[in-house]
């Protein structure tokens, strides 16, 4: 999940005891953690149930900023939280535990990556470094430490096709890339601006796409050796397109969103030629905080507002609005898989 950091100045949050619960779309509450709708938004049901020794806790208060569904097994579940840590689930949500190390139970986490082909290899970014277990998450390792005080890491990502290539994008507007898991690291390119968002294309894994804060769109073809800017080409058509908050994908990486100010960009050639998607709401007009596709098929699209949940089963053409369950921010949107009807939705409270 991958959109710009704010760090609450509240980050470090108890847990509120209450239980999971099902409620319509026309309610509202105060609480934060995942929801989850299968009829687009009709219905909400609230995940989280926190066994303990003490009993059944909650994780019904806490500030999502991630969700990452394991790509090998559809009912595994990583949540990074603003605060809290991680929490993980292996039953899809219907229960959630903590990791045993230290390391991942407090603090804030930008971004889970799950090695696609070892389950018990995984990535974690905070804001200052990325640790890595390679024990499910009995113990971390930092693999990357930021080297100066102003730095500040944004997002992260894992090449799909050799999960030993990593990603990131930091506060400065460097590009870091690690060809080893990493062992080392080398900044490949710097923007000037900070780095909302970096994604390996699902399609062709030497594609990298970034997002930046105010200077556009940028794209690699060739694994990070060169890369093109496409602010002006596309201020030209789309106005404050400029200021990219990130990516969405298709499972094959055949449909890429780009979530802008300007609204919601589609490409169908690998990012080098852009559309606006036709929307509910006009150019700029409101924060779009995440958008999603059903992995398996460009046509049902999935956005949030900060009060309204978006769908559409044609591509665009028509669009069904439904509101939230809660009043925090909806910051994260994801899919499963395995049954595209589960969408899970992140909230988090932002500092105005």
Same mark, same amino acid.
């Given at each position: 999940?991958?959109?710009?950091?704010?760090?609450?100045?509240?980050?470090?949050?108890?847990? =509120?005891?209450?239980?999971?619960?099902?409620?319509?779309?026309?309610?509202?509450?105060?609480?934060?953690? =995942?929801?989850?709708?299968?009829?687009?938004?009709? $219905?909400?049901?609230?995940?989280?149930?926190?066994?303990?020794?003490?009993?059944?806790?909650?994780?019904?208060?806490?500030?999502?900023?991630?969700?990452?569904?394991?790509?090998?097994?559809?009912? =595994?579940?990583?949540?990074?939280? &603003?605060? $809290?840590?991680?929490?993980?689930?292996?039953?899809?949500?219907?229960?959630?535990?903590?990791?045993?190390?230290?390391?991942?139970?407090?603090?804030?986490? /930008?971004?889970?990556? =799950?090695?696609?082909?070892?389950?018990?290899?995984?990535?974690?970014?905070?804001?200052?470094?990325?640790?890595?277990?390679?024990?499910?998450?009995?113990?971390?390792?930092?693999?990357?430490?930021?080297?100066?005080?102003?730095?500040?890491? /944004?997002?992260?990502?894992?090449?799909?096709?050799?999960?030993?290539?990593?990603?990131?994008?930091?506060?400065?507007?460097?590009?870091?890339?690690?060809?080893?898991?990493?062992?080392?690291?080398?900044?490949?390119?710097?923007? $000037?601006?900070?780095?909302?968002?970096?994604?390996?294309?699902?399609?062709?894994?030497?594609?990298?796409?970034?997002?930046?804060?105010?200077?556009?769109?940028?794209?690699?073809?060739?694994?990070?050796?060169?890369?093109?800017?496409?602010?002006?080409?596309?201020?030209?058509?789309?106005?404050?397109?400029?200021?990219?908050?990130?990516?969405?994908?298709?499972?094959?990486?055949?449909?890429?969103?780009?979530?802008?100010?300007?609204?919601?960009?589609?490409?169908?050639?690998?990012?080098?030629?852009?559309?606006?998607?036709?929307?509910?709401?006009?150019?700029?007009?409101?924060?779009?905080?995440?958008?999603?596709?059903?992995?398996?098929?460009?046509?049902?699209?999935?956005?949030?507002?900060?009060?309204?949940?978006?769908?559409?089963?044609?591509?665009?053409?028509?669009?069904?609005?439904?509101?939230?369950?809660?009043?925090?921010?909806?910051?994260?949107? &994801?899919?499963?898989?395995?049954?595209?009807?589960?969408?899970?939705?992140?909230?988090?409270?932002?500092?105005?």
């Amino acid at each position: 999940m991958k959109k710009t950091l704010f760090i609450s100045t509240g980050a470090v949050l108890s847990l =509120v005891l209450l239980g999971a619960g099902c409620l319509s779309s026309s309610s509202t509450s105060a609480t934060g953690g =995942v929801w989850q709708t299968t009829d687009n938004g009709g $219905n909400w049901t609230q995940l989280a149930s926190l066994p303990q020794a003490s009993g059944v806790g909650s994780i019904a208060g806490v500030n999502i900023t991630d969700i990452e569904i394991d790509p090998e097994d559809a009912t =595994v579940y990583y949540l990074a939280t &603003d605060g $809290n840590g991680i929490f993980y689930s292996y039953d899809a949500g219907t229960t959630w535990q903590r990791p045993d190390a230290v390391e991942g139970q407090s603090g804030t986490i /930008l971004d889970i990556e =799950v090695d696609p082909r070892n389950v018990c290899t995984v990535y974690v970014a905070t804001p200052s470094n990325i640790m890595k277990t390679t024990d499910c998450m009995r113990s971390f390792s930092v693999i990357y430490k930021i080297d100066q005080a102003d730095e500040y890491l /944004l997002s992260f990502d894992i090449d799909w096709y050799n999960p030993n290539i990593l990603w990131f994008g930091n506060k400065q507007g460097a590009v870091g890339k690690s060809d080893n898991a990493g062992s080392t690291w080398s900044v490949v390119t710097r923007v $000037n601006d900070e780095v909302n968002d970096v994604q390996v294309s699902k399609a062709d894994s030497r594609i990298i796409y970034v997002a930046t804060d105010s200077k556009g769109f940028f794209r690699s073809t060739d694994g990070g050796i060169t890369w093109i800017e496409f602010e002006d080409d596309l201020k030209k058509q789309f106005k404050k397109s400029d200021e990219v908050y990130g990516f969405a994908q298709t499972e094959d990486g055949t449909s890429v969103i780009m979530n802008t100010q300007y609204g919601l960009l589609i490409s169908v050639d690998n990012g080098q030629t852009w559309n606006a998607l036709s929307l509910i709401t006009a150019e700029g007009e409101v924060r779009i905080w995440d958008v999603a596709f059903a992995p398996h098929d460009a046509s049902a699209i999935y956005y949030t507002t900060a009060s309204t949940f978006y769908s559409t089963s044609t591509g665009g053409q028509s669009w069904v609005t439904e509101s939230l369950p809660t009043s925090r921010t909806p910051y994260v949107i &994801d899919v499963n898989p395995k049954d595209m009807s589960r969408v899970l939705v992140g909230f988090r409270a932002m500092d105005k």
